[in-house]
């Protein structure tokens, strides 16, 4: 819904603010001081109190309210640059509600906290653009509404003084984007109105559509929103696609003042009294390109304060208005497009609607814990989580004993709704919490160099958790931090049992291995509610935790049977089999060698621990060109005038592109990130073409990346279907691609017992015994090693 900018502006008027006249009567008590300071007021015994009048010797001039030789209550403060603040004050700084006004025009009415701009406010700034929201130390913070002097508005969730979350953009010129956003970006789900009637649903990255969406011309029939969002793999709806984004709440805001208490100094004085009053800058400056003719972007003006101008009206209308496009983009470059029919969406959204009722009827987990008790979990979960760290984190660092492993090494503690004298009042239901092995886990997080306050705002902010579908068959639920650098699984009680037993070779394993590419653990947790029902939860890195986008996801156990996945189910979000996977990687010849080196370890110890059915997760980033000016067409291929702007090849209604390279260049820790993640494996790799230099890759249009075992190694993904089979429309026709590969070892929990191989004498009677993936743990090793070696990263010639 569109937003008049009038009634939202003066929607909730902030109040009467005291006014305080400068041209008093002079008072009969009036004291000079020796640095030529001068007050006139009231005093008592020898500090200034009660209403008085001081004027600093470099003409600061303040009129109001004392209290033992403090600037306490109302009052005005001027300054010789002719800014001048009106409102209150607390202890000699600027606390509680004032009105800041600047002499180039600008003017803040609002909540203060320490001479900083903090709580609810409203500015206006001297280019007439103006910010009505939360501020925090200074920067917009929380929800908010921008308006730009040019017409266009901004209305949503703000961080660090950047849109953050999820907002609504709106273009003087009718335009319309209601997604989430990133750095004051497009990043993540959203639609995309223009002002023609015309709809594209999708997603971003950094301020680019980048992924699949489908794009609904003017004229046609309004979309849908559930069944699209289902279209793509968001089973949960619309709420789903916005999920990873902060709630949005713009009906109203309160503040709490906050009291400060300050010592009586011997001097009076106000240096340092603002420390920033200007508009809001930003530091990037970036465009939005895009292949088709609807061209958003973005535009700093030389003033700090940053616009947005949209091409409005230009959503591509079609003559036929029962037809939508399917497309994919890469970088803000449409690589595929399919015309599909309007009812056909409908059915296939409906298609998988049915399939994940009965998937969700199927989880134990999902049916005992949804809805509001799915919320209590999670509260539970970040409640525990507070609790144990932070009681953990004091104990000093000490190397692990015996002792400190096996499902007696745990932390145990009950926390009642009402709280309790060690434990907070909470808004979940009374339950039980176990810890185990917390000193292991502590002493793992160190290991991988986790901050332990880093570690708890991650999971247990006030941001929250993530709730996302399970990708598998196990029913399991899953949560994702926030910031994307923590998944938490819930366990059956028989992994949880092979945890704690390999638990001592694990931490062993990691401890001598840095590069390992086995998944990380941070935490192992067990909820008890509702008298004995037990969820168990452990913390894992997310291998995926990047700034660049997965386009593609592939779990690789190196089986054959049943090892595709029905493409009626493939979306956004697919995690791809075995058999789904068309291409071959080849990488650098030294960064081969290590990663097979790594993974010959990695297998052994598991096969050392009879563990089987875990997989290689494989996350592909693929790049596009910059600009299609620059396209190269494939060799014995037509040229093509119908497809977009001249360029490409067209197949069956689907257009495809070429992709830009990556460069490897020598490793410079001062041009590179160097915070540690979650995901990070150790110390970088180097590289055999660049004289076995450790590297970096240049990524176009992201910047330079630290090349680690399994985190941002380049490769090219070569296709693997001939060129005669480029009839059917799901090929594409470029063989080769840039990509950037991120992997890791997951699902090490399964052991290979007595069910196992009874599992194993059953199907090996109706299929081949080595395409089932239930085989002996060294059959099992060994099979999934040639995998990678033959199919995924064959040796070069």
Request: glycine content about 10%.
């Amino acid at each position: 819904n569109l937003i008049d900018e009038d009634s939202e502006i003066n929607a909730k008027p902030l109040g009467p603010v005291s006014r305080i006249d400068v041209e008093t009567v002079e008072r009969p008590n009036k004291k000079v001081f020796s640095n030529g300071d001068l007050y006139v007021g009231d005093f008592k015994e020898v500090l200034p109190h009660g209403k008085g009048k001081y004027t600093w010797s470099n003409g600061i001039v303040y009129e109001g309210d004392w209290e033992a030789g403090k600037m306490t209550g109302k009052g005005l403060l001027l300054w010789p640059s002719g800014e001048r603040y009106n409102g209150d004050i607390s202890g000699g700084y600027l606390h509680g509600f004032g009105t800041l006004t600047s002499p180039d025009g600008s003017m803040y009415e609002g909540q203060w906290m320490m001479n900083i701009q903090h709580g609810f406010g409203r500015k206006k700034y001297s280019n007439s653009d103006v910010y009505e929201g939360e501020w925090k130390e200074g920067e917009h913070e929380g929800n908010g509404r921008y308006f730009w002097n040019n017409g266009n508005k901004y209305t949503g969730n703000w961080k660090r003084g950047k849109m953050h979350g999820r907002g609504v953009m709106e273009w003087v010129n009718g335009d319309k984007y209601n997604g989430c956003w990133l750095n004051g970006l497009r990043h993540g789900s959203g639609i995309y109105q223009y002002a023609d009637g015309g709809y594209y649903f999708g997603t971003w990255t950094r301020g680019l559509k980048d992924g699949k969406g489908v794009f609904y011309p003017a004229g046609s029939k309004r979309p849908s929103l559930k069944k699209f969002c289902i279209s793509l793999g968001y089973d949960n709806g619309p709420k789903s696609v916005l999920s990873q984004c902060s709630s949005l709440n713009l009906e109203g805001s309160t503040v709490k003042k906050r009291s400060v208490r300050r010592s009586v100094s011997e001097k009076i004085s106000v240096s340092g009294v603002l420390r920033s009053s200007g508009r809001i800058s930003h530091k990037s400056a970036e465009s939005s390109r895009h292949s088709d003719s609807s061209r958003e972007s973005m535009h700093h003006y030389s003033s700090g304060t940053f616009s947005f101008d949209s091409d409005g009206g230009q959503s591509e209308a079609q003559e036929s208005t029962a037809v939508v496009y399917e497309r994919e983009y890469m970088q803000g470059v449409m690589i595929k497009e399919r015309v599909r029919g309007y009812t056909e969406l409908p059915k296939k959204a409906e298609k998988k609607t049915k399939h994940h009722a009965k998937e969700t009827k199927k989880s134990s987990c999902f049916g005992i814990f949804k809805g509001k008790n799915s919320y209590h979990l999670m509260l539970n979960l970040q409640l525990g989580i507070r609790y144990t760290v932070g009681k953990i984190t004091p104990v000093p660092k000490r190397e692990v004993r015996t002792a400190d492993f096996g499902h007696r090494a745990r932390i145990t503690m009950f926390f009642p709704r009402r709280g309790s004298q060690f434990t907070p009042p909470h808004k979940s239901v009374d339950f039980c919490w176990k810890d185990y092995c917390p000193m292991v886990f502590r002493n793992l997080r160190e290991m991988f160099k986790l901050d332990a306050a880093e570690y708890m705002m991650s999971i247990c902010g006030d941001d929250g958790l993530t709730e996302i579908s399970s990708p598998g068959k196990s029913g399991s639920i899953f949560y994702l931090s926030l910031d994307d650098r923590f998944v938490i699984k819930t366990l059956k009680k028989s992994e949880l049992k092979v945890l704690l037993k390999m638990l001592p070779k694990y931490y062993n394993h990691v401890k001598e291995h840095e590069n390992t590419l086995i998944t990380k653990f941070f935490g192992l947790h067990q909820i008890t509610v509702h008298g004995k029902r037990k969820v168990r939860f452990v913390v894992m890195g997310n291998m995926f935790c990047t700034e660049l986008r997965i386009h593609r996801r592939y779990d690789l156990k190196g089986s054959t049977h049943g090892r595709c996945t029905d493409k009626d189910k493939i979306h956004e979000n697919s995690i791809l089999k075995d058999l789904d996977l068309s291409y071959e990687f080849q990488m650098d010849k030294s960064l081969q060698k290590f990663f097979f080196h790594q993974i010959a370890l990695d297998c052994n110890f598991l096969k050392s621990q009879h563990i089987i059915d875990y997989s290689l997760l494989l996350g592909l980033h693929f790049r596009a060109p910059e600009q299609l000016n620059g396209l190269l067409k494939p060799p014995m291929m037509p040229n093509t005038e119908s497809s977009p702007a001249g360029q490409g090849q067209t197949t069956d209604g689907e257009v495809l592109f070429p992709s830009k390279g990556l460069l490897l260049v020598a490793h410079e820790p001062s041009s590179v990130s160097t915070d540690p993640g979650p995901h990070i494996r150790g110390r970088p790799l180097r590289a055999f073409s660049l004289g076995d230099k450790e590297v970096d890759v240049l990524v176009p249009g992201t910047g330079r990346l630290q090349v680690q075992l399994g985190v941002n190694m380049p490769a090219q993904a070569n296709q693997k279907l001939s060129r005669d089979e480029a009839d059917s429309a799901e090929v594409e026709l470029f063989e080769v691609y840039d990509v950037v590969i991120y992997m890791g070892i997951i699902d090490i929990l399964q052991e290979y017992n007595a069910k196992k191989k009874a599992e194993h004498a059953c199907k090996s009677v109706k299929f081949d015994p080595l395409s089932i993936s239930v085989v002996e743990p060294e059959l099992y090793a060994q099979r999934f090693i040639n995998f990678l070696k033959q199919k995924v990263f064959p040796e070069q010639p």
